[in-house]
């Protein structure tokens, strides 16, 4: 998903970083976009490293390339809750924010229900009647889809209250 109309617009933002590529910030590192432009064939965007890690001591410029904004987009996100608050969340908690974040319903939902929907008919059919195996497959198969939706998106919601809490306890504040 592109969010940026113009790479100019990245100018002065932080970004989180959802992917690893070679020589630039690790997946989970807020970056400063110092500057961007667009050459003919390719986007360039250099940016500094919010919060220095074991990987990133000075306070050096770097420099990526890329072929085009939705490229960017996919490497780099804006983030506004993880820029606020990460100075008080390791980079483990936000490498398993991005990963529940950037579950969709084809990567996540879909292999689940398949996998779930498969167990479910050749389990009735190994124990049951025909027309019994059938009509409890077809109720077992829709409940256990609407489940695993469900639990899609709670996953989403869950997650950012587990890091609402880690951050609260250091404010005094507790979230029930």
């Known amino acids: 998903m592109t969010y940026l109309l113009n790479i100019d617009e990245a100018i002065d933002r932080k970004f989180l970083v959802l992917k690893s590529m070679k ?7 807020i970056i400063h976009v110092m500057d961007a432009m667009n050459a003919q064939d390719f986007i360039i965007v ?3 490293v919010a919060r220095f890690n074991e990987k990133f ?7 990526a390339k890329f072929d ?22 390791n980079i483990k908690d936000i490498q398993h924010y991005i990963k ?11 292999p689940v229900i398949l996998v779930l929907t498969l167990i479910i008919w050749v389990g009735s059919f190994l124990l049951l009647p ?8 077809i109720v077992l ?3 256990a889809a609407v489940a695993v939706l469900y639990d899609f998106k709670s996953q ?11 951050i609260g306890s250091k404010w005094g504040v507790v979230f029930k």
């Not at 020589?23 to 590192?29: F, H, L, S, Y």
């Not at 001591?57 to 420099?63: A, C, I, K, S």
């Not at 989403?156 to 880690?166: D, G």
Request: overall charge positive.
């Open 46 to 48: 250099n940016y500094r």
């Open 141 to 143: 198969s829709v409940g």
């Open 100 to 110: 529940v974040k950037n579950r969709t319903l084809v990567s996540f939902c879909l």
């Open 156 to 166: 989403k919601k869950k997650e950012k209250m587990r890091l609402y809490r880690k």
């Open 130 to 137: 025909d027309l019994a195996a059938f009509l409890l497959s």
């Open 23 to 29: 020589g630039q910030a690790d997946t989970g590192t």
């Open 68 to 89: 085009d904004l939705a490229q960017f987009c996919k490497w780099a996100q804006p983030d506004n809750f993880i820029a606020r608050n990460y100075e008080n969340i």
């Open 57 to 63: 001591h000075d306070y050096q410029d770097y420099t």
